[in-house]
């Protein structure tokens, strides 16, 4: 059983920045490749944000917040980072962090609002 925790999420104004956290406990780290995903208010379905491969750390992201978002992994804290620059109304929702076999966490909020 693999567990994820996301955390850093909170209230932000329009333009600044924030880094979420995911600390993976369960499995060996770098064995697996991860993602994060959000869901926006009002049940709006969860949507890709970005993704890091175990195996080379090859990224992809959203075409919405390329440039603006950043995923990394610290394999000695078994934890990944998405940093997030310029953020926009737009990006506000619940976070989650998952694997590439299906675990996900439980979410954390980003609000964006002057």
């Not at 995923?71 to 506000?92: A, G, R």
Request: charged share 20%; hydrophobic share 30%.
């Amino acid at each position: 059983q693999v567990h994820l925790v996301e955390s850093g999420g909170g209230l932000v104004q329009p333009g600044g920045s924030l880094r979420l956290s995911c600390e993976v406990s369960g499995r060996t780290f770098s064995t697996l490749s991860y993602g994060w995903f959000r869901q926006a208010p009002l049940g709006k379905e969860r949507a890709f944000v970005a993704a890091i491969n175990r195996s080379r750390g090859g990224v992809k992201y959203a075409d919405s917040v390329s440039g603006r978002f950043t995923i990394s992994k610290d394999n000695d804290k078994n934890t990944v980072y998405l940093q997030m620059n310029n953020l926009k109304p737009e990006d506000t929702g619940v976070y989650y962090c998952n694997t590439n076999e299906g675990y996900w966490g439980q979410g954390t909020q980003v609000t964006v609002s002057s």
